[in-house]
T-cell receptor
Framework: AQSVTQLGSHVSVSEGALVLLRCNYS??????LFWYVQYPNQGLQLLLK??????LVKGINGFEAEFKKSETSFHLTKPSAHMSDAAEYFC?????????????FGKGTKLSVKP | DTGVSQDPRHKITKRGQNVTFRCDPI?????LYWYRQTLGQGPEFLTY????????KSRLLSDRFSAERPKGSFSTLEIQRTEQGDSAMYLC?????????????FGPGTRLTVL
């Protein structure tokens, strides 16, 4: 069965600093991986996804993530944090084992950005 | 395109009452998903429709839960005899059949509080 582990339930950075949110996955098949962002009282918005091909994936709002098979990781980064990046971020893997396509989410990492 | 909508946004009910939530997916999306999100957790898959057919149900979906998508458009999720443990955010998502429906678009959610 697949799973996702997000290291750190809370991450705090200063405005302009590097953002690094960690995600490790477990999958018996080549994974499809996703990062979603959730602002307070809103639904989830897709930031980026990895399916096949290039392992460095660029998403919206300046975020990117790198798929590293050897490390079973898919960490999310942004070179310079902005106040508007404060939100909760979820890493997810596409379900396998015959599943028609439900996402399996991590527990989330809440990002705070200090002025 | 108005995105995925959910109604109501908030619902407060007493234990033992029945509640029903509605989800309107993005038009032309034939796949519809329901997830549940409790405090401090990522969304957890409940069930999935392709058109009007309910193709997959999670073990989380007890006998008190039922979901329908009668005409392959909007969907309803009903919880009978609500319990305090049902308090959560219920998220709906939709996707097209293209590329395996990998990108799921989420609605704003219905927050249920069971007193």
């Amino acid at each position: 069965a697949q799973s996702v582990t997000q290291l750190g339930s809370h991450v705090s950075v200063s405005e302009g600093a590097l953002v690094l949110l960690r995600c490790n996955y477990s999958s018996s098949v080549p994974p499809y991986l996703f990062w979603y962002v959730q602002y307070p009282n809103q639904g989830l918005q897709l930031l980026l996804k990895y399916t096949t091909g290039a392992t460095l994936v660029k998403g919206i709002n300046g975020f990117e993530a790198e798929f590293k098979k050897s490390e079973t990781s898919f960490h999310l980064t942004k070179p310079s944090a902005h106040m508007s990046d404060a939100a909760e971020y979820f890493c997810a893997v596409w379900g396998d084992g015959g599943s028609q396509g439900n996402l399996i989410f991590g527990k989330g990492t809440k990002l705070s950005v200090k002025p | 395109d108005t995105g995925v909508s959910q109604d109501p946004r908030h619902k407060i009910t007493k234990r033992g009452q029945n509640v029903t939530f509605r989800c309107d997916p993005i038009s032309e999306h034939n796949r519809l998903y329901w997830y549940r999100q409790t405090l401090g957790q990522g969304p957890e898959f409940l069930t999935y429709f392709q058109n009007e057919a309910q193709l997959e149900k999670s073990r989380l979906l007890s006998d008190r839960f039922s979901a329908e998508r009668p005409k392959g458009s909007f969907s309803t999720l009903e919880i009978q005899r609500t319990e305090q443990g049902d308090s959560a955010m219920y998220l709906c998502a939709s996707s097209s059949g293209l590329a395996g429906g990998l990108e799921q678009f989420f609605g704003p959610g219905t927050r249920l509080t069971v007193l």
